[in-house]
């Protein structure tokens, strides 16, 4: 057998044994334990090999604007109006540059595909839109990119954003987004969603239940919605704190309505913790949404960034390791089925969601990353770094392990 490329000595899964991965026309052509070969050979040296990561759920639109957000109060009321303000004056070339920034740091950390939502409104125009667009399109050569044409800031009380929201579906957005806790009419918010995608054929992807109150929750209309519309399997949401604050038999049964109807769910650790529970002044919330209890229910569920260096979450590197990491520690989780489990919400699980197969296969794409760790387990436990990554068969990044420079003996 003839290849482009062995990737030789590297560990799948957690399985015993290094294997080699052979390589052609972008294609995984074999895995076994040793290939013979002419191709060029790149030394995995024992590192574990994986798929890569997928995140569900980023904002590249208004990432790194910091510098123009007063961040007074901490709180999501706070943190709206200020993306709002300051997204008034966003340019199609400021948008870029901060969405490159982000992306590039995504590569390095071995990020293979995502979503990211994009704002669309009077105040944003389609500035945001036509950037991330052209995001979509000169990075193609190292992640795929879902662009998520949002309405962050509702719909009923600003009925133009319906007609941009549609005009950015026809002009090559992937699918819809909705956020029915910033409109005066979540339920009709949530309808009006519905309809769109319907009449563009695409997918949902809310931001929903973002607070800490039991009471309330928009998701049995969602759910209603999805089921009436027949959409089972086209609908995600994101945040749904609002369980964290239920009780344990509320959250069962709405875990097992959201299986049923095939609705996924992603956590999002930095901004939830950043955001929520301010008004408790002793034993602080976390405010996560029980990740591990609606993967266990058959809810396809996944953890992502959300936001970087913004009023939503004034901290981030574009790293789902270290987010990966904040969710098992937040969550208290130390057995190795339960990180195993917070491992796949970054990236099979999370591709699953996205609509976005992820894995190694023979037969499939050769969108590999390499982890300088030994398995899954513990690059999450260990925030292990990634060292090299291709994509269809192409090699996109590298990061040299480093080296200890020892002083040499007297």
Request: glycine content about 8%; overall charge negative.
């Amino acid at each position: 057998m003839t290849f482009d490329l062995v990737l030789a000595g590297a560990r799948i899964g957690r399985r015993a044994g290094l294997v080699d991965i052979g390589i052609k026309h972008g294609q995984i052509l074999a895995i076994e334990a040793e290939l013979t070969s002419d191709a060029p050979r790149e030394e995995a040296c024992g590192c574990f090999v994986f798929g890569g990561f997928v995140d569900s759920h980023i904002h590249l639109d208004k990432a790194c604007i910091l510098d123009r957000c007063i961040i007074c109060e901490g709180t999501l009321h706070e943190a709206v109006r200020e993306s709002a303000r300051a997204k008034a004056a966003f340019t199609v070339e400021d948008v870029y540059a901060r969405a490159a920034r982000v992306i590039e740091a995504a590569i390095l950390h071995g990020t293979m595909a995502l979503r990211t939502f994009v704002e669309i409104d009077p105040r944003a125009g389609f500035r945001s839109f036509e950037a991330i667009m052209a995001i979509k399109r000169d990075y193609a050569w190292a992640i795929d990119v879902q662009v998520c044409a949002f309405a962050q800031e509702g719909t009923t009380q600003e009925p133009q954003t319906l007609a941009m929201l549609a005009q950015a579906l026809r002009h090559g957005a992937d699918l819809i987004g909705g956020c029915p806790y910033t409109d005066p009419d979540p339920a009709a918010h949530i309808r009006d969603i519905f309809d769109l995608a319907e009449q563009h054929a695409v997918a949902i992807d809310f931001h929903l239940d973002f607070d800490l109150d039991p009471s309330g929750s928009n998701l049995p209309c969602v759910i209603a919605e999805t089921r009436r519309r027949g959409y089972d399997g086209r609908v995600s949401i994101g945040h749904a704190t609002k369980l964290s604050a239920m009780a344990p038999d509320d959250v069962r049964t709405i875990a097992g309505e959201l299986a049923e109807a095939g609705i996924g769910v992603t956590v999002l650790p930095a901004t939830d913790l950043f955001l929520l529970g301010r008004g408790h002044d002793r034993l602080v919330p976390r405010g996560i949404a029980p990740a591990l209890l609606l993967s266990r229910a058959g809810v396809t569920t996944s953890a992502a960034t959300n936001n970087i260096l913004n009023p939503f979450t004034p901290f981030g590197d574009a790293s789902l390791v270290r987010m990966a990491n904040l969710l098992a520690n937040t969550a208290h989780l130390s057995r190795d089925d339960d990180i195993l489990a917070v491992f796949a919400m970054v990236s099979e699980a999370a591709g699953s969601l996205i609509g976005h197969p992820q894995g190694l296969d023979v037969g499939k794409a050769a969108d590999i990353v390499l982890l300088d760790a030994a398995d899954p387990v513990s690059v999450v436990r260990e925030i292990r770094p990634a060292v090299a990554g291709w994509k269809r068969g192409r090699k996109t990044f590298s990061r040299p392990r480093p080296t200890l420079h020892r002083p040499e003996p007297l």
